[in-house]
């Protein structure tokens, strides 16, 4: 079942995130997932309105601009989570429709099925792997560039623990920061919610890449099944043509 291995990789991401449920269906398990899912929405809710206020109270327009870009993905990941989330029942199906697809594939076609939608989804897994390899590295140069890029230098502790260009995320501050075990709590959620929200938005696109493609492999086994068929009625028809030749060569 190669469509279910290879979507598999991107639906076990949807189910870290809390979109699909786990395995598990015991009460305390379903509770203790609902839990979950529920600090997932606090952290990418909070952090999107955190976000939105700075962009209304914000002067600088280059911290307006890298916020409203972040923000757009926060935004938009949140809509697309719960959207999913509520209706993840449908989305489930979507991969056991595709197991389906490829069994009766397999039934119609034989191994040689198999043999083609692997080698055609082979690259679909490779380039969702970097997809999201790619997104979580950027995530850690975002993460650390505060570190570097706006580091402390003259500012007394004060100044520095409630700038907000001081973390990762452009986010307004409620309250005031004085100690720096304040301010790391405040750094690592802010790095929670950059890498929880990439998950989301990656994986999501991921699911639903892998999904088209593979419905695509389908597709084209399909179109190369008959093409094979044509090819060999067309050989069968020539060679009758050419045996019904030679015996009315013979007759005259």
């Not at 469509?3 to 009460?27: E, H, K, M, Q, W």
């Not at 792997?129 to 979580?136: R, T, V």
């Amino acid at each position: 079942m190669q469509n279910c291995d290879y979507l598999s990789s991107a639906y076990s991401v949807l189910r870290l995130i809390g979109v699909f449920p786990s395995n598990d269906s015991t009460i305390w398990a379903r509770l203790a997932f609902n839990f979950y899912r529920v600090i997932i929405f606090i952290i990418l809710a909070l952090f999107t309105i955190l976000m939105m206020v700075q962009m209304l109270v914000t002067t600088d327009l280059t911290m307006l601009a890298k916020t409203i870009d972040i923000w757009t993905m926060f935004f938009s990941g949140l809509y697309k989570w719960l959207y999913m989330t509520v209706f993840n029942w449908e989305f489930a199906q979507l991969k056991t429709a595709l197991i389906q697809l490829q069994t009766q594939g397999s039934m119609a076609y034989g191994r040689s099925a198999n043999a083609f939608t692997a080698d055609y989804l082979k690259q679909m897994q490779k380039i969702s792997y970097w997809y999201l390899f790619s997104g979580i590295l950027a995530a850690f140069f975002i993460i650390v560039s505060p570190l570097f890029t706006y580091s402390r230098g003259d500012r007394s502790d004060f100044q520095y623990y409630n700038d907000p260009k001081s973390y990762p995320l452009s986010c307004w501050i409620p309250f005031t920061l004085n100690e720096n075990w304040m301010f790391v709590i405040v750094f690592v959620c802010h790095s929670i919610a950059l890498i929880l929200i990439v998950l989301v938005y990656l994986g999501i696109d991921t699911y639903f890449f892998g999904a088209i493609y593979a419905v695509g492999g389908q597709i084209e086994l399909l179109s190369t099944s008959l093409n094979n068929n044509e090819n060999n009625l067309a050989q069968r028809k020539y060679k009758i043509i050419i045996s019904y030749y030679y015996k009315l060569t013979d007759i005259f």
